[in-house]
């Protein structure tokens, strides 16, 4: 089976940066996906890694270690609108199929 | 990218009750997925809906209990059958679209489902 890490909570300051960690154990790693979701939306897409190193867009960056089953989520100049919940999803080829398995969230507080 | 629609967008149904949710997109996919969000949680997949082949299902989620159906290439829909208060959830349709070297997938707004 696949098991996804993430912490449950976090709280940065208003134009600080955070860095968001996920861990996971999968065979057949097929690429690492990053979402935001807002209360009551459904998740948006922020961020794909398949090889090893750091994809910036932005404000956003997302970094993986394929050695390590070790992603993070780097938000800076944070904005009171990044509070939301960051998701982390793995993409496994030994499932024999496309779909992602979601780790549990991280809900992110941005405070004043 | 593609626009995912579902119907309703919020129910509120009595136990013993069946919900069919719709889930429409504005282009032509292949493969779509179920998920459910239950309060508080992450996602978990329910099934794989490809058209013109019966729908991979996840273990713990069964055809009677979820049985969806996907006529063509831009529709689909999930029916929760024989309601509980469990399945009261946010119920996700998505679709993945291609990229140069991945599969991307979105998300449609959602049903929210209250079974009392």
């Known amino acids: 089976g696949q098991n996804i890490d993430q912490p449950t909570e976090m709280t940065a300051t208003e134009g600080a940066i955070v860095q968001i960690n996920c861990t996971y154990q999968?065979?057949?790693?097929?690429?690492l996906f990053w979402y935001q979701q807002h209360a009551g939306e459904a998740p948006t897409f922020l961020s794909y890694n398949v090889l090893d190193g750091l994809e910036e867009k932005g404000r956003f960056s997302s970094f993986l270690s394929r050695s390590k089953g070790y992603s993070y989520l780097l938000l800076k100049e944070l904005q009171m609108k990044d509070s939301a919940s960051y998701l982390c999803a793995v993409r496994s080829y030994n499932t024999g199929r496309r779909a992602l398995t979601f780790g549990s969230g991280t809900r992110l507080q941005v405070q004043p | 990218s593609a626009v995912i629609s579902q119907k309703p967008s919020r129910d509120i149904c009595q136990r013993g009750t069946s919900l069919t949710i719709q889930c429409q997109v504005d282009s032509q996919v292949t493969m779509m997925f179920w998920y459910r969000q239950q309060p508080g949680q992450s996602l978990t997949l329910i099934a794989t809906?490809?058209?013109?082949?019966?729908?991979?299902?996840e273990s713990g989620f069964v055809i009677d209990k979820f049985p969806i159906s996907r006529p063509n290439l831009t529709f689909s829909t999930l029916t929760v059958s024989n309601m509980s208060p469990e399945d009261s959830s946010i119920y996700l349709c998505?679709?993945?679209?291609?990229?140069?070297?991945?599969?991307?997938?979105?998300f449609g707004p959602g049903t929210r489902l209250t079974v009392t």
């Open positions: 999968t065979s057949g790693f097929n690429g």
């Open positions: 809906a490809n058209q013109g082949s019966e729908a991979t299902y």
């Open positions: 998505s679709v993945e679209e291609s990229r140069d070297t991945y599969y991307e997938q979105y």
